[in-house]
């Protein structure tokens, strides 16, 4: 028994001087400074979805004005100002009438879309008009304002 300790004992002092312990050197990657600011594109498949062809719609030849419905206007012995704010709310706009020309007396009986209705009481009353669209206002003033160049 005492020689199978020895040999054990041998056999480990052999073990141990040939086996020396080093510590693993760690290496460091190094990579590259970064040549995008932003991330790739992704890839895309060459198969994709896509819709179904249809046909090009030609575009319009002549731009016309806007399409605007037919009314019946009667509005008799009334004033500038009255007959204008009536049109105005029918179509859902603003109207905008000069203090000085408000009273003007207007009497229409007309059937025609709102500009045509706006041209006779304009007639009627010697005056001029505009009509905004994108701000949706009828202003009504007594002479074409002359452009001023500042």
């Known amino acids: 028994m005492l020689k199978k300790n020895w040999l054990f004992l041998c056999g480990l002092i052999l073990l141990n001087s040939s086996c020396t312990f080093r510590t693993k050197e760690i290496e460091v ?5 970064a040549v995008h600011q ?4 992704p890839r895309y498949s060459r198969l994709t979805w896509s819709n179904v062809p249809k046909p090009i719609v030609p575009a319009a030849e002549t731009k016309g004005p806007y399409m605007r419905k037919a009314y019946m206007f009667d509005v ?3 004033n500038l100002f009255e007959s204008v ?3 105005a709310t029918s179509i859902g706009y603003e109207a905008v009438v000069g203090e000085e020309i ?3 007396s207007v009497s229409v009986s007309k059937e025609g879309t709102t500009l045509e ?3 006779e009481i304009c007639r ?3 005056v001029s008009s505009e009509v905004d669209d994108k ?3 009828i202003r009504v003033f007594d002479r074409v304002p002359v452009p001023r160049f500042y």
């Not at 990657?29 to 400074?33: H, L, S, V």
């Open 38 to 41: 932003l991330p790739r594109e």
């Open 135 to 137: 701000s949706r206002t």
């Open 124 to 126: 009627q009353a010697n």
């Open 102 to 104: 408000k009273n003007r």
């Open 85 to 87: 704010t009536i049109l």
């Open 76 to 78: 008799p012995n009334s």
């Open 117 to 119: 209705i706006l041209e």
């Open 29 to 33: 990657e190094k990579y590259q400074p």
